[in-house]
């Protein structure tokens, strides 16, 4: 199985029937989509339109023209936000041939994401399930976790009564708690993912 998808598309395209955008407009498209970049990188992705309308200098009315609303933003620029980095990865878990290496690689690295960018939480919630490109990133993430959780336990590396789903609400608890609570030092943040890779130690 291949983690890999084709590039986010850019809803705002159905917005103009597939006609170039005047300079006006597409200096507006790229405005928004800087704006909630910036946005949604420091806040995830229930930031209010309104807060990134007024940032990119436009009204809230022009983000629906252009993209159609939240789910058509969130389709143009998750690709930047998370999902290429999310792609690298799960293929650099692939490619990682000892299989306790491959899952412990895997699980820092998405810890590492997760730290610096909290729309991944937001992609493992589906917080919005009527955006497409979110959905694949979802999906793409359970194909992977399912299959290296299956590559551990045939190996014998990891407890047997460890699955994906519970890395699943172990990442989204991990994900809440840096939204919900201070922020910790990178230090200690990484300190506590070693003891939880620690945990998935045979017993």
Do not use: C
Request: charged share 25%.
């Amino acid at each position: 199985m291949s983690p890999r998808t084709g590039p986010p598309g850019d809803r705002e395209a159905a917005h103009v029937a597939g006609a170039p955008l005047r300079a006006d407009a597409a200096r507006n498209v790229a405005q928004i989509r800087a704006a909630a970049i910036a946005a949604f990188r420091g806040r995830g992705l229930d930031t209010p339109l309104e807060e990134i309308a007024a940032a990119a200098g436009v009204s809230k009315a022009t983000i629906y023209n252009r993209f159609g609303g939240r789910a058509g933003l969130i389709d143009a620029v998750i690709g930047t936000l998370v999902a290429a980095e999310m792609h690298a990865i799960m293929d650099k878990a692939l490619h990682v041939a000892d299989p306790w290496q491959a899952i412990a690689t895997y699980v820092t690295d998405r810890r590492d994401l997760q730290y610096r960018e909290p729309a991944f939480t937001d992609a493992l919630l589906m917080s919005y399930p009527e955006s497409g490109q979110l959905a694949v990133i979802a999906t793409a993430a359970i194909d992977m976790t399912t299959s290296l959780v299956q590559r551990s336990h045939d190996a014998g590396v990891i407890r047997r009564d460890f699955t994906a789903g519970d890395l699943y609400y172990a990442d989204v608890a991990n994900g809440l708690a840096l939204r919900k609570l201070p922020r910790p030092a990178r230090q200690d943040y990484d300190r506590r993912v070693r003891f939880f890779l620690d945990s998935l130690r045979p017993r």
